[in-house]
């Protein structure tokens, strides 16, 4: 039969004498209260009204989001260009791609040159040339704008180089002015071509329309939430 050691008192105090330097002197203390739960209460309860009059307005949820854009070039590129059609918003899509298109360049007086009319293109090859498609063309009666969008990619080799060549023969058998634009979250790295950001399309968004959501048009709220979704590129 196994012999059980009794451990006396004195020896377990010997014990603990041993191992105290390294037990922990202090123990944790839950956090102080810094906030007062009835100034809380009240602010969720002031909320409540101004939360159901946005979602009353449909405006708690982006359109855009449930969209699916995403960061997706392509689809981001095609739903701007169907923004800045005059045949959607009329008045308001041109006010929107005249702001925007005044971000890349302030010598044209571009509601003067949209107002006489203009047309739209995307993923299109400015001479035939199916290796050189810019994502946007704007022509107006006087000029040629392409536009490169980039989101997340990077430019491809001589890229900007070769639009550059397509925009300004396009151009010429127009007898239009050519004019270059870049749409990234980085600058153009060459002369020749205009740099704007997404910052500027969110920009030109809120210009389009009236300034409180309340008397918004559905068409600005529609512009208003598109440059809500690309301000976080």
């Excluded at 739960?37 to 708690?60: Q, T, V």
Aim: glycine share 6%; with cysteine; proline share 4%.
């Amino acid at each position: 039969m196994t012999k059980i050691e009794t451990i006396s008192a004195e020896r377990l105090e010997k014990a603990f004498a041993a191992i105290a330097p390294v037990l922990p002197r202090a123990f944790p203390q839950a956090a102080k209260q810094t906030y007062s739960l009835e100034k809380l209460a009240s602010a969720l309860s002031e909320l409540r009204e101004p939360l159901e009059r946005a979602k009353r307005k449909g405006g708690l949820v982006n359109p855009w989001t449930i969209a699916g854009l995403k960061r997706d070039e392509v689809r981001n590129a095609a739903a701007l260009a169907g923004l800045w059609q005059a045949a959607f918003g009329g008045e308001v899509s041109q006010r929107f791609l005249a702001e925007y298109l005044r971000s890349a360049t302030e010598a044209i007086a571009w509601e003067d040159e949209l107002r006489s009319g203009y047309q739209i293109a995307t993923e299109i090859s400015p001479v035939g040339d199916r290796s050189d498609r810019v994502d946007l063309i704007v022509e107006t009666a006087n000029c040629v704008v392409g536009i490169e969008v980039k989101i997340d990619a990077a430019l491809g080799r001589e890229q900007l180089e070769r639009y550059l060549v397509s925009i300004d023969r396009r151009a010429k058998l127009r007898k239009a002015k050519p004019l270059v634009v870049l749409l990234a979250p980085f600058p153009s790295p060459i002369a020749g071509v205009r740099s704007t950001s997404w910052n500027d399309v969110a920009r030109a968004a809120r210009l389009a329309g009236r300034s409180t959501h309340a008397e918004r048009s559905f068409v600005e709220q529609y512009i208003a939430a598109f440059g809500d979704h690309v301000s976080r590129f």
